[in-house]
């Protein structure tokens, strides 16, 4: 059966989410929404160019006006949010009332617990809501429910990811590949993970360990806030240790530590000869600018490892996807990897693979499954079996 499909905010990840659809989704109709009409209209027409068919429709929306928003919803199945992530929770709200399901991308998990308040109403109106549901969070924990779907007892599951350039540039090493308010709350917020089965919190920008990764050589990684949302809250118990960490070039981390201890991320304002200034926003504009290279490409390095026992052996389960740019439609690594991720939960929704109520997103579909439904998707996954 036919769907139609609503995307809010119709950007770079919103766009890529909007191809998937077409492609794999059976959409009737796909609405892009965006406060710019232009916006809107310019990913139409690239989204219909690329699958062959007017699919996509455009529409200016003001996604916090809730009748705005109401009429932008009507005859809509499944609606995804890719608007920044603090607008996530009204937006549910909204949708739940006019009785439309609803994905986010997620980006901060004190918002995806407040989406997941709105359970009881999303149930009265027979709706599902799944949050966090992009490249981490989203995919990233989709491995680890993989790895723990192949063993009989989970020992631990450690989770990483990494948007890289494609051609590093000193002293960063680093592109930006979403906006920098993300970048820094990942990196300056605490972060959520298992150790000898209990929740506990943990440094930033810490715990630094080298790995290996084919076609790159040495890389390092690091923790970071975000990256495993609810799974740790989830898991608890049921595995000794569960983390995620953050992929870059060798001594990116140390760099960006400098920002984080000598204050140019705190919210308090300072005073200087020029007048008051507040330090992340100052930081904000200069890096968010420095760290941008249109004219390089990027990549993306996903990597999961599982210990557990299976049938009375030890194992060790490695995934690993290393994805770059698609010079075919143009489509950035990340783009793909969120969007693609997004669109896959989306049409598991119209599909009705959720009871109505808000999930959170490592309850929502299996890990066998989500990895079969990517891989359809051309991503690439090697998956390595050794004796541990």
């Given at each position: 059966?036919t769907k139609t499909f609503a995307?809010?905010?119709?950007?770079?990840?919103?766009?890529?989410?909007?191809?998937?659809?077409?492609?794999?989704?059976?959409?009737?109709?796909?609405?892009?929404?965006?406060?710019?009409?232009?916006?809107?209209?310019?990913?139409?027409?690239?989204?219909?160019?690329?699958?062959?068919?007017?699919?996509?429709?455009?529409?200016?929306?003001?996604?916090?006006?809730?009748?705005?928003?109401?009429?932008?919803?009507?005859?809509?199945?499944?609606?995804?949010?890719?608007?920044?992530?603090?607008?996530?929770?009204?937006?549910?709200?909204?949708?739940?009332?006019?009785?439309?399901?609803?994905?986010?991308?997620?980006?901060?998990?004190?918002?995806?617990?407040?989406?997941?308040?709105?359970?009881?109403?999303?149930?009265?109106?027979?709706?599902?809501?799944?949050?966090?549901?992009?490249?981490?969070?989203?995919?990233?924990?989709?491995?680890?429910?993989?790895?723990?779907?192949?063993?009989?007892?989970?020992?631990?599951?450690?989770?990483?990811?990494?948007?890289?350039?494609?051609?590093?540039?000193?002293?960063?090493?680093?592109?930006?590949?979403?906006?920098?308010?993300?970048?820094?709350?990942?990196?300056?917020?605490?972060?959520?993970?298992?150790?000898?089965?209990?929740?506990?919190?943990?440094?930033?920008?810490?715990?630094?360990?080298?790995?290996?990764?084919?076609?790159?050589?040495?890389?390092?990684?690091?923790?970071?806030?975000?990256?495993?949302?609810?799974?740790?809250?989830?898991?608890?118990?049921?595995l000794g240790n569960y983390e995620?960490?953050?992929?870059?070039?060798?001594?990116?981390?140390?760099?960006?530590?400098?920002?984080?201890?000598?204050?140019?991320?705190d919210m308090e304002p300072v005073?200087?000869?020029?007048?008051?200034?507040?330090?992340?926003?100052?930081?904000?504009?200069?890096?968010?600018?420095?760290?941008?290279?249109?004219?390089?490409?990027?990549?993306?390095?996903?990597?999961?490892?599982?210990?557990?026992?299976?049938?009375?052996?030890?194992?060790?389960?490695?995934?690993?996807?290393?994805?770059?740019?698609?010079?075919?439609?143009?489509?950035?690594?990340?783009?793909?990897?969120?969007?693609?991720?997004?669109?896959?939960?989306?049409?598991?929704?119209?599909?009705?693979?959720?009871?109505?109520?808000?999930?959170?997103?490592?309850?929502?579909?299996?890990?066998?499954?989500?990895?079969?439904?990517?891989?359809?998707?051309?991503?690439?996954?090697?998956?390595?079996?050794?004796?541990?």
């Amino acid at each position: 059966m036919t769907k139609t499909f609503a995307i809010l905010g119709s950007g770079m990840q919103g766009t890529a989410a909007a191809y998937d659809l077409a492609r794999h989704a059976e959409a009737a109709q796909i609405k892009m929404g965006d406060q710019s009409r232009e916006q809107a209209q310019k990913s139409s027409d690239r989204v219909n160019t690329l699958v062959g068919r007017n699919v996509c429709h455009a529409y200016a929306v003001d996604a916090l006006d809730p009748e705005d928003l109401g009429k932008f919803l009507e005859g809509v199945d499944v609606v995804l949010s890719c608007v920044p992530y603090w607008m996530h929770p009204r937006i549910a709200a909204i949708a739940i009332r006019h009785r439309v399901n609803m994905v986010d991308m997620g980006g901060d998990t004190a918002v995806a617990w407040e989406t997941l308040k709105l359970d009881a109403q999303a149930k009265a109106e027979g709706v599902a809501i799944v949050p966090d549901t992009g490249l981490a969070p989203g995919l990233v924990n989709d491995l680890g429910s993989y790895l723990m779907e192949q063993f009989d007892r989970t020992e631990s599951v450690k989770l990483y990811c990494g948007g890289l350039p494609q051609n590093p540039k000193p002293p960063f090493n680093y592109k930006l590949v979403f906006n920098i308010e993300g970048l820094v709350t990942e990196y300056s917020h605490q972060a959520d993970v298992i150790r000898d089965g209990k929740v506990v919190q943990v440094d930033t920008l810490a715990e630094l360990e080298t790995i290996h990764v084919d076609g790159l050589g040495e890389m390092e990684a690091f923790t970071t806030s975000g990256g495993a949302s609810t799974a740790p809250f989830t898991l608890e118990g049921q595995l000794g240790n569960y983390e995620y960490k953050t992929i870059r070039f060798p001594g990116h981390c140390e760099r960006m530590r400098l920002f984080k201890d000598y204050g140019f991320w705190d919210m308090e304002p300072v005073h200087t000869r020029s007048g008051e200034v507040i330090p992340i926003h100052l930081f904000h504009k200069l890096m968010g600018e420095a760290l941008r290279d249109p004219n390089d490409k990027d990549q993306v390095i996903v990597r999961g490892v599982g210990v557990g026992m299976k049938d009375g052996q030890r194992l060790c389960v490695q995934m690993d996807i290393h994805e770059k740019h698609d010079d075919e439609t143009e489509f950035t690594a990340m783009e793909r990897l969120t969007g693609f991720s997004t669109a896959t939960y989306a049409k598991h929704l119209a599909d009705g693979g959720c009871n109505p109520g808000c999930h959170r997103y490592e309850t929502a579909m299996t890990g066998v499954k989500f990895v079969d439904e990517i891989q359809k998707r051309g991503i690439g996954i090697r998956i390595a079996r050794s004796s541990a």
